[in-house]
């Protein structure tokens, strides 16, 4: 809801993005190098299995094609945190040397990362926040809480705590700290996105193999009144809707070691109908924004920019010229999946990190994130004067 003053004069408080920050892999993996691992492993597959090829009992796997995937996609490379592991024909998965329990878990290690560049480009110290929130589709274990362990790593004050809405966990946790700030729990918080989307992806299949990439963003949030410089992007309303569908899902869980029987190992990664989530989820999320817009009271037409999800350039484009009721340019909805693909929570928020310097004071944005769920969430934000 957009920040009113109440019936008895006194002002709610006003919430701020003061900064953001992006940790970004060094490796990186082209479409056509992950192509030719895949087309390795499909042949050895299919070799393998012969004989209930040929007898109908097994469908054959088929090979991808950089064509293929910027058809489908946009995607043109991703960076990861393992690149040999994924590339490798007998593994395709990333290979990450196991940490002991006493040292900084790689998730938490890439959100502090992430977090320190958003609290240089707002002025702060950790010593400032008083609450963080790990918010991504994927967490390392189930607890202690990588929240917490970013919090002690950092040295930030207060709580903190870890928040999964699949691919709208950025967007979710950004609305949980403006509620936070607003209601006096906290003052200054910290939402940071760490997805290691290599860790879940199913590198073996052609229709999945390509789609995910590795990155952690983050944001600081605080009162409007008390940031330490000017600047930022004023909060002025948030939009959150889930409705339940199983055409996106990941069933791995703490209980898969006593189901019997077992599930598949590709039961345990990323899975969905594309297909149909594309016809559900792009009209859903035009609708839910285009609702956000005209309970804010703002014309559409009144928006600089768009910074949506990464995850496919059809559906973006989909739903841009949806909400605009035109087709829209690439400076009104930006794209970095083209490099990044898709990084999850984290895509929407690398597109506002990455192309938000050159707005204005005044300036009307809105970030959108959709996924799994299904879930969409919307942050409705103005850039304040410096």
């Not at 890439?110 to 963080?132: F, M, N």
């Not at 999964?164 to 209601?183: E, H, K, L, Y």
């Not at 959108?368 to 304040?384: E, H, P, Q, T, W």
Request: hydrophobic residues 40%; aromatic residues 6%; proline residues 4%.
């Amino acid at each position: 809801m957009l920040a009113r003053r109440r019936d008895d004069g006194v002002g709610v408080k006003r919430v701020s993005i003061t900064g953001t920050g992006l940790h970004t892999p060094a490796a990186t993996i082209t479409n056509q190098e992950l192509v030719e691992a895949h087309a390795a492993a499909v042949e050895r597959f299919n070799l393998e299995h012969a004989e209930a090829i040929a007898a109908g009992t097994l469908a054959p796997r088929e090979p991808s094609s950089d064509e293929f995937i910027q058809k489908a996609s946009g995607i043109r490379s991703r960076h990861v945190l393992d690149k040999n592991g994924v590339l490798d024909p007998e593994r395709l998965r990333p290979r990450l040397p196991l940490r002991r329990d006493d040292e900084l878990s790689i998730q938490a290690e890439i959100a502090v990362s992430a977090a320190e560049q958003a609290l240089k480009e707002s002025g702060r110290s950790a010593s400032d926040v008083d609450a963080l929130l790990v918010a991504c589709s994927n967490l390392q274990r189930a607890y202690p809480a990588v929240a917490i362990e970013v919090q002690h790593t950092l040295g930030t004050r207060g709580f903190a705590y870890d928040l999964n809405v699949a691919c709208s966990s950025a967007t979710f946790g950004i609305q949980a700290a403006a509620d936070a700030i607003r209601a006096g729990s906290a003052r200054c918080v910290l939402v940071i996105d760490p997805e290691i989307t290599s860790g879940h992806n199913n590198f073996e299949l052609r229709d999945h193999h390509f789609i995910f990439g590795d990155a952690c963003s983050a944001l600081l949030l605080e009162d409007a009144d008390r940031s330490a410089r000017g600047g930022g992007f004023e909060v002025l309303s948030t939009r959150l809707a889930t409705r339940f569908s199983n055409n996106i899902r990941n069933n791995f869980g703490f209980l898969n070691a006593t189901e019997d029987p077992a599930r598949p190992a590709h039961d345990l990664l990323f899975q969905q109908n594309g297909r149909q989530v594309f016809k559900d989820v792009c009209p859903l999320v035009a609708q839910h924004i285009l609702e956000h817009l005209a309970q804010a009271e703002i014309p559409p037409d009144a928006l600089r920019r768009m910074w949506l999800h990464q995850a496919n350039a059809n559906m973006n484009r989909w739903i841009a010229k949806a909400v605009l009721g035109r087709v829209p340019s690439e400076d009104e909805a930006p794209t970095i999946l083209d490099e990044y693909a898709n990084t999850s929570s984290a895509g929407c928020v690398i597109a506002f990190h990455t192309h938000k310097a050159d707005l204005s004071p005044g300036d009307l944005g809105l970030l959108c994130s959709f996924g799994a769920g299904y879930s969409v969430g919307s942050i409705l934000v103005r850039k304040l004067p410096a």
